[in-house]
């Protein structure tokens, strides 16, 4: 077999890997030691995260024709890829949560959602809160004034206007 074709089934999986993802952020990990790898990857597959180390001439193969072209750019060094197929923003942040332990690695650049991220853009990108915690806020904003209008209303209710008690205690004496 030429390596060629030892070398296709690798290529495929990147492929798969990638396909209808919402995010591929590209993470330079040279130096990160074992503890901090370890940690890394379990909170990215506790988040449905995929992250794989593969060959960067096997990654350019797979990346090219498609959405995630503009990171062949990126490829040299020790690189890896994590996968996010739910929500566009988990691996970033997760990542960027790690980066304060381990300073040596970087987030070099992304793409979520067809849009291509510089590494400056995948940090900005980090700081947007999940999907959940945003329709969280969201829900918090709509029922806030509905909650401050009930209390108001409780309130009102609950007071007896003193102009009232006063007029009916106004015949009984007479």
């Given at each position: 077999?030429?390596?060629?074709?030892?070398?296709?089934?690798?290529?495929?999986?990147?492929?798969?890997?990638?396909?209808?993802?919402?995010?591929?952020?590209?993470?330079?990990?040279?130096?990160?030691?074992?503890?901090?790898?370890?940690?890394?990857?379990?909170?990215?597959?506790?988040?449905?995260?995929?992250?794989?180390?593969?060959?960067?001439?096997?990654?350019?193969?797979?990346f090219?024709?498609?959405?995630?072209?503009?990171?062949?750019?990126?490829?040299?060094?020790?690189?890896?890829?994590?996968?996010?197929?739910?929500?566009?923003?988990?691996?970033?942040?997760?990542?960027?949560?790690?980066?304060?332990n381990?300073?040596?690695?970087?987030?070099?650049?992304?793409?979520?959602?067809g849009?291509?991220?510089?590494?400056?853009?995948?940090?900005?990108?980090?700081?947007?809160?999940?999907?959940?915690?945003?329709?969280?806020?969201?829900?918090?904003?709509?029922?806030?004034?509905?909650?401050?209008?009930?209390?108001?209303?409780?309130?009102?209710?609950?007071?007896?206007?003193?102009?009232?008690?006063?007029?009916?205690?106004?015949?009984?004496?007479?």
């Amino acid at each position: 077999m030429a390596k060629v074709e030892l070398k296709q089934p690798i290529v495929d999986e990147i492929s798969a890997n990638v396909k209808d993802a919402q995010s591929v952020v590209l993470v330079n990990y040279l130096g990160i030691n074992v503890a901090g790898d370890t940690s890394l990857r379990k909170e990215l597959r506790e988040s449905g995260v995929v992250y794989k180390v593969y060959k960067n001439t096997l990654m350019k193969r797979a990346f090219q024709g498609t959405d995630l072209e503009p990171l062949c750019e990126h490829l040299f060094g020790a690189n890896a890829i994590a996968v996010s197929k739910d929500d566009p923003v988990a691996a970033a942040r997760i990542i960027k949560k790690h980066l304060k332990n381990n300073p040596t690695i970087s987030m070099v650049a992304a793409v979520a959602e067809g849009k291509y991220y510089d590494a400056a853009g995948v940090t900005a990108l980090a700081d947007i809160p999940s999907r959940d915690e945003l329709l969280g806020r969201l829900l918090g904003s709509i029922q806030s004034p509905i909650t401050n209008f009930a209390r108001v209303l409780k309130q009102i209710a609950e007071k007896q206007p003193e102009g009232e008690g006063a007029a009916e205690a106004a015949p009984a004496e007479a």
